[in-house]
Nanobody, 119 residues
Framework: QVQLVESGGGLVQPGGSLRLSCTAS????????MGWYRQAPGKQRELVAA???????NYADFVKGRFTIARDNAENIMSLQMNSLEPEDTAVYYC?????????????WGQGTQVTVSA
């Protein structure tokens, strides 16, 4: 059974930093594209940042220049470095792994980690 496990969430003041991590099996890191999503109360889940198997990255406009996504396929870990955090960044952050082959999609989610930005 595939499991994605997030860690690193917490409470931080505006302007502060947090680093989220996601670990999974070697199969995931050897094959799947990965990313971070977030969901704030009353809002839909949205993409924060994505990184392909080969390391190509994509960021939502609202985090460009503040967040950095990275993955280490040898260590089976993906990270999201979040700087200059704003109250609007408060949400549950989810690790995602996806594999698209033709019309088929295989996708997994972590359980989520809470990030709260507040004074």
């Amino acid at each position: 059974q595939v499991q994605l496990v997030e860690s690193g969430g917490g409470l931080v003041q505006p302007g502060g930093s947090l680093r989220l991590s996601c670990t999974a099996s070697r199969t995931i890191f050897g094959v799947y594209d990965m990313g971070w999503y977030r969901q704030a109360p009353g809002k839909q889940r949205e993409l924060v940042a994505a990184i392909t198997l080969r390391g190509r990255t994509n960021y939502a406009d609202f985090v460009k220049g503040r967040f950095t996504i990275a993955r280490d396929n040898a260590e089976n870990i993906m990270s999201l470095q979040m700087n200059s955090l704003e109250p609007e960044d408060t949400a549950v952050y989810y690790c995602n792994a996806v594999l698209r082959v033709g019309r088929q999609t295989d996708e997994y989610w972590g359980q989520g980690t809470q990030v709260t930005v507040s004074a």
